[in-house]
C-alpha cells in the first residue's frame, strides 16, 4: 500500500499561485498523478507523470499555468498553479498507481485530498 498526503492547499485571489505537494511513502509505484473535484461535479485530470519525471501530461485547462514536477530531496510530487481562476476551486487529490494516465481507475492509491479556492 502506498501512503499520499497531500499539502499546500488554501485560498488565493485569481492571477495568484499555489503550490500542492503529495508526499508518498510505502511500497513503490510507477506513476502519479493529481486530479481535482469540485462541488457537485465529477473528479477530472489535472496532470499526471512517471515517477522517473517522464511521460508528463496537462488537462487541456490547465496546461500552461500549471507544473507538475518531482522534488527529489523531499521525496514529493508537487503541482504548481500560476494564474489561477475560480473555476480551478476544487478539493485536489494526489494518487498514485503503476501505470499513469488521465483516468482516474489507472490508479489504485489515493491521498485525502487538499482544498484550493480561488476567489474573484
Known amino acids: 500500500q502506498v501512503q499520499l498526503v497531500e499539502s499546500g492547499g488554501g485560498l488565493v485571489q485569481a492571477g495568484g499561485s499555489l503550490r500542492l505537494s503529495c508526499a508518498a511513502s510505502?511500497?513503490?509505484?510507477?506513476?502519479l498523478g493529481w486530479f481535482r473535484q469540485a462541488p457537485g461535479k465529477e473528479r477530472e485530470f489535472v496532470a499526471t507523470m512517471r515517477w522517473n519525471g517522464v511521460s508528463i501530461a496537462y488537462a487541456v485547462s490547465v496546461k500552461d499555468r500549471f507544473t507538475i514536477s518531482r522534488d527529489n530531496a523531499k521525496n514529493t510530487v508537487d503541482l504548481q498553479m500560476n494564474s489561477l481562476k475560480p473555476e480551478d476551486t476544487a478539493v485536489y487529490y494526489c494518487?498514485?498507481?503503476?501505470?499513469?494516465?488521465?483516468?482516474?481507475?489507472?490508479?489504485?492509491?489515493w491521498g485525502q485530498g487538499t482544498q484550493v479556492t480561488v476567489s474573484s
Open positions: 494518487a498514485a498507481g503503476a501505470v499513469g494516465g488521465p483516468s482516474d481507475f489507472l490508479y489504485n492509491n
Open positions: 510505502g511500497r513503490t509505484f510507477s506513476a
